[in-house]
């Protein structure tokens, strides 16, 4: 929503009805859009926490703009970030300066009290902050910096106690300048509405993203989302809308952003010294040893590595004459989709025998190639209709689900060759029966979703899903079989 800053009595009525800007005049500015969570079903997923309220306040930095706004882009100096679990006074300020508790979020001088949990609950909450940024240039401390420049994140007490709303989990203030940066931010991780430590860790990522220049994000698996339902989640690597409940305009414009690839811009890698490891390459497709000939091929593989993938090629083998097919620049004839670390080729194939390998490099230069694999492209099969590409979104392989539990299924659906895709459906499998669920289109292009409810008499023990699509000609594209396990 957009909203005019009003100061005083008026304003703190519009946040009371969940629509209202809390900063200061100076400190948000006219129409600046401002995001407000409402309050959602609790995931009684254990490794998942349950999504909670959350508030972004706009914060212009007042005798900090000039210089934050000038700032030059250098990752190589260290960030610090720091957790407080004593509380404190936080006095009201038209810009932020955690060495000093000023803060564009409390309408008036505010107590936050101390963490009420113990000393193994807070080192559970460390630990989780930590590994959810390791891996960036960021310092993580629970002892307080003094005079330094850094992120204070204060974890305790109620939404109340800075005036805001019960139900509130965190706020955070937010800027689009110096690239989404606030050197001296300090967010508030409400303890007494988040009340466990996944969600307590969850919560204070997620305020910490903002101040840090994340806007929501409509995808399930990254924690600056709202969606819930699909297993833990960490920052990811992937091109996703803005929004809350459906997609929308980023604040700082666009209409996607990667979070991963957004706080490697702004806090740099992590000095884990040398990058030695290649990425990692499985392929997918194809399985078996033919392959129909005089029709058009597939190969598909899953590309990963530890910091970033640079570059991903298949070689092409017939009769010693090699074609390369470089994913991000495909010569004529070849089609490449990637998505996020699925890469897709499909290009046209005579008969007769081929091989083929892939090979792929980090940013850092480190290499690694697949064995070469022989095919037999048989004229004699029938071609199988690969005019689509399945990629499973979200549960991800491998994923634990309790009874009762609400599970949300997305695909996202490649086309080539101009195909259009007619129908998606889901194939939920266990031992003894197989159920079709008919998925929809979000939001997003190419994106395709259904919620199902697990029964609350589930029994434990692995199941399977893979999502089927048609396109305009009749066929169907099957993605690989993903097995969940249901615990509890």
């Not at 509405?193 to 919560?203: I, N």
């Not at 490449?336 to 850092?364: K, L, N």
């Not at 899903?465 to 690989?480: K, N």
């Amino acid at each position: 929503m957009k909203i005019s800053q009003q100061r005083g009595a008026s304003a703190f009525a519009a946040l009371a009805a969940l629509a209202g800007c809390v900063a200061f005049a100076s400190g948000c500015r006219p129409e600046e859009p401002i995001a407000m969570l409402a309050l959602q079903e609790v995931d009684v997923v254990p490794s998942a926490p349950l999504p909670v309220k959350d508030m972004v306040i706009v914060s212009d930095e007042g005798p900090f703009a000039h210089h934050r706004k000038s700032l030059p882009k250098d990752t190589s100096q260290r960030r610090l970030l720091f957790l407080n679990r004593h509380g404190g006074t936080y006095t009201p300020s038209y810009y932020n300066d955690s060495s000093q508790n000023l803060s564009t979020v409390p309408q008036q001088t505010s107590v936050i009290p101390p963490f009420q949990g113990t000393d193994d609950h807070w080192q559970a909450i460390m630990e989780c902050v930590r590994r959810e940024f390791e891996r960036w240039n960021v310092q993580i401390t629970d002892q307080d910096p003094g005079d330094a420049v850094f992120v204070e994140a204060v974890l305790g007490g109620a939404p109340g106690h800075l005036g805001l709303p019960s139900g509130v989990a965190g706020v955070s203030p937010f800027t689009c300048s110096n690239n989404g940066v606030i050197e001296r931010a300090i967010v508030f991780t409400f303890t007494e509405a988040t009340r466990d430590v996944p969600t307590t860790c969850l919560t204070t990522v997620h305020e910490i993203g903002h101040a840090y220049g994340l806007d929501h994000i409509f995808y399930c698996p990254d924690p600056m989302t709202y969606l819930h339902g699909c297993g833990p989640k960490t920052f990811q690597d992937r091109d996703s809308p803005c929004g809350e409940y459906s997609s929308r305009q980023c604040y700082c414009g666009g209409y996607e952003i990667n979070s991963v690839r957004h706080l490697t811009d702004v806090l740099g890698h992590a000095d884990h010294g040398p990058d030695t490891t290649p990425p990692t390459i499985e392929v997918l497709q194809p399985v078996g040893a033919e392959l129909p000939g005089n029709s058009k091929a597939r190969v598909q593989a899953l590309v990963q590595d530890d910091r970033e993938v640079a570059d991903v090629i298949l070689y092409w083998e017939e009769e010693g004459e090699i074609t390369e097919m470089d994913c991000a620049n495909p010569p004529s004839l070849v089609e490449c989709v990637r998505s996020w670390t699925t890469y897709t080729w499909r290009f046209p194939v005579s008969e007769g025998e081929r091989s083929f390998w892939i090979w792929a490099v980090d940013a850092a230069g480190n290499e690694t190639e697949t064995q070469p694999r022989h095919l037999v492209l048989n004229p004699n099969l029938t071609p199988e209709p690969y005019a689509v590409a399945v990629d499973i979104i979200s549960p991800p392989h491998g994923s634990q689900v309790t009874p009762g539990e609400q599970m949300v299924f997305r695909a996202e659906v490649s086309t080539f060759g101009g195909a259009e895709v007619v129908r998606v459906r889901l194939r939920w499998s266990s031992d003894d029966n197989s159920m079709v669920f008919e998925m929809e289109p979000t939001a997003v292009d190419g994106e395709w979703q259904v919620i199902l409810n697990l029964s609350p008499d589930a029994p434990g023990g692995e199941r399977h899903f893979q999502v089927e699509a048609q396109d305009d000609s009749g066929g169907w594209t099957t993605s690989p079989l993903i097995p969940i396990t249901i615990v509890g």
